[in-house]
Nanobody, 123 residues
Framework: QVLLVESGGGSVQAGGSLRLSCAASGRTFREYVVGWFRQAPGKEREFVGVINWDGSGTYFADSAKGRFTISRDNARNTVYLQMNSLKPEDTAVYYC????????????????WGQGTQVTVSS
């Protein structure tokens, strides 16, 4: 497992941008796929996007396509979620999660989770 810490959340107006960071511990970070998930009050945790181990591939939920991007810097053990054109419905606690090698969109297939960071988008 790897220890993950998210940062960068906050409050923005609709149409604004935020960049979330997910900092990881561990020398084998480059072996991990990193996914981003979010959970709004009263709702289940949902998949947002994922990046493969070397950053060469990403995949997003329909709700994030065209607005969100994910990148990673394995030298810094950090993954970034850039969120643009934010909408009130993007309001949620955002989590990063890691699993070995294989991309997945299912939360229960991830082994390590961060503590979450709150994103609030006002209209």
């Amino acid at each position: 497992q790897v220890l993950l810490v998210e940062s960068g959340g906050g409050s923005v107006q609709a149409g604004g941008s935020l960049r979330l960071s997910c900092a990881a511990s561990g020398r084998t970070f480059r072996e991990y796929v990193v996914g981003w998930f979010r959970q709004a009050p009263g709702k289940e945790r949902e998949f947002v996007g994922v990046i493969n181990w070397d950053g060469s591939g990403t995949y997003f939920a329909d709700s994030a396509k065209g607005r969100f991007t994910i990148s990673r810097d394995n030298a810094r053990n950090t993954v970034y979620l850039q969120m643009n054109s934010l909408k009130p419905e993007d309001t949620a606690v955002y989590y990063c999660a890691a699993r070995s090698w294989v991309i997945s969109t299912k939360p229960n297939e991830y082994d390590s989770w961060g503590q979450g960071t709150q994103v609030t988008v006002s209209s």
